[in-house]
Nanobody, 123 residues
């Protein structure tokens, strides 16, 4: 089992930046691919970004390309999401997720989820 806890959410003005973190604990002794998702009120959860274990491959949703950057520190068991040029449309609960995977592989299905952190962008 892997436990995931997000932090770093909050209220920010449009055009501002936030950095989300996702701390992993539990059975972190093997390789895990990870990702970020978000869910806005009244909307389905949507994919934001993903990264493999060694950080050599990343994937982004079209709506965040050029604005968000996913990264990780395996030494700290932590996943990050740097979000720049935020707009009110980015307001959502952001959750991290993980799956056990080979070091260069991305997740097809996520097995572990955090509770999420609220990001609110004011206009």
């Amino acid at each position: 089992q892997v436990q995931l806890v997000e932090s770093g959410g909050g209220l920010v003005q449009a055009g501002g930046s936030l950095r989300l973190s996702c701390a992993a604990s539990g059975r972190t002794g093997r390789s895990y691919a990870m990702g970020w998702f978000r869910q806005a009120p009244g909307k389905e959860r949507e994919f934001v970004a993903a990264i493999n274990w060694i950080g050599s491959s990343t994937l982004y949703a079209d709506f965040v390309k050029g604005r968000f950057t996913i990264s990780r520190s395996n030494a700290k068991n932590t996943l990050y999401l740097q979000m720049n040029s935020l707009t009110p449309d980015d307001t959502a609960v952001y959750s991290c997720a993980a799956c056990a995977a080979a070091v260069q592989t991305m997740c097809n299905q996520y097995n572990y989820w955090g509770q999420g952190t609220q990001v609110t962008v004011s206009s």
